[in-house]
């Protein structure tokens, strides 16, 4: 899905809070500013040389966005940090860049670090060099999630060290859920398909075809070893529950449910408050995290879509998820068995 960083703030963020990606987009680009408290950092008139663009062109932009380049490390300089920051300015060497015109007269300054230089060019239309460095940008991006996946991006989620136990307990679930399907529930073989499918349009409004579809999945590929554990653990909350109380249902009624009776009890289900937070929370992660790392966006959940924290990032990108990836490829066969086991 083509982006357009001008436009999508959730895109720029995204991009924003990805550490991994900002030190290296840094580190490719080379971009030089001057180092202060350990961060590199650009003045107004050093934003505005380079995007060659007029200063009171960044000047519109930072008031337009302020809240959102501000967040991304956008900030007024006074003080004793200011005379920090000119004595920085004059013992390192920075060639060919006009900071402006600072002297010990000036009472304070904006200061950009490299975040929120980056965050200009996202937002700058005016700018070519803009324009050219947000291309710069995606490619690396890009390149960077091809990278820590190995090319596809399909089972990033098994990057999260809670995947294993989260996979292996849904199994667990999905038995005890189809047992009291085939036991309690005179429907036919349709009804497993049909009641998988209600629970993943409950939990996150897409039955198993259309999620294949957005994640562009073959057909033999397994949907839920695509998922992440949050999504997962509430599916196995909704299988236990489900059996439960099917099982009862029908106990109590003296004989297997019907088709309407079974549309019933699910209604009443999946409508009871408790489910409220943890759905939400589920659709936000899937969601959220489909979009920023697959590139897939979920069009019936795109109102719980929301930047991924760096801490995201480093749990999906960073080097513990390549060390539980490498685990769980040299230990394939017995992750196969403790699965047919539970």
Not at 22 to 47: P, S
Request: proline content about 1%; glycine content about 4%.
């Amino acid at each position: 899905m083509a982006k357009d960083l001008t436009t999508c703030q959730v895109d720029r963020q995204n991009i924003l809070n990805n550490e991994l990606a900002i030190t290296e987009l840094q580190k490719q680009t080379g971009i030089q500013g001057v180092v202060f408290e350990e961060r590199l950092r650009f003045t107004k008139a050093m934003v505005a040389t380079y995007f060659d663009v007029d200063e009171r062109t960044i000047e519109r932009y930072v008031s337009d966005n302020i809240d959102e380049i501000s967040s991304n490390g956008y900030e007024i300089v006074k003080g004793a940090r200011l005379k920090a920051f000119i004595k920085c300015i004059a013992e390192q060497d920075v060639p060919d860049i006009n900071v402006g015109n600072i002297s010990s007269r000036t009472s304070q300054i904006a200061l950009f670090d490299f975040r929120a230089f980056l965050n200009v060019a996202m937002l700058l239309v005016e700018s070519k060099n803009a324009k050219v460095l947000r291309q710069i940008i995606l490619d690396i991006v890009i390149d960077l999630v091809n990278q820590r996946t190995g090319g596809s991006t399909k089972y990033i989620n098994k990057r999260d060290q809670d995947f294993i136990t989260a996979f292996l307990q849904e199994e667990n679930y999905r038995g005890e859920f189809t047992d009291a399907l085939k036991d309690y529930v005179d429907m036919g073989n349709s009804k497993y398909a049909i009641y998988t499918d209600k629970i993943y349009q409950s939990i996150f409004k897409e039955k198993a075809q259309e999620y294949k579809r957005i994640l562009n999945l073959s057909r033999k590929d397994s949907v839920r070893e695509t998922m992440y554990s949050e999504v997962l653990d509430l599916i196995a909350s909704y299988e236990c529950g489900l059996a439960a109380m099917i099982k009862s249902q029908s106990e109590q009624l003296g004989h297997k449910l019907n088709n309407w009776e079974m549309a019933d009890l699910f209604s009443s289900f999946e409508n009871l408050p408790l489910w409220k937070p943890l759905i939400i929370r589920a659709r936000t992660k899937m969601a959220s995290r489909d979009m920023a790392l697959r590139d897939a966006f979920h069009y019936q959940l795109e109102e719980y879509i929301k930047p991924l924290d760096a801490e995201e990032y480093e749990k999906f990108l960073g080097s513990s998820g390549d060390e539980l990836e490498k685990l769980m490829k040299e230990n394939q066969d017995v992750l196969i068995r403790l699965k047919e086991r539970s």
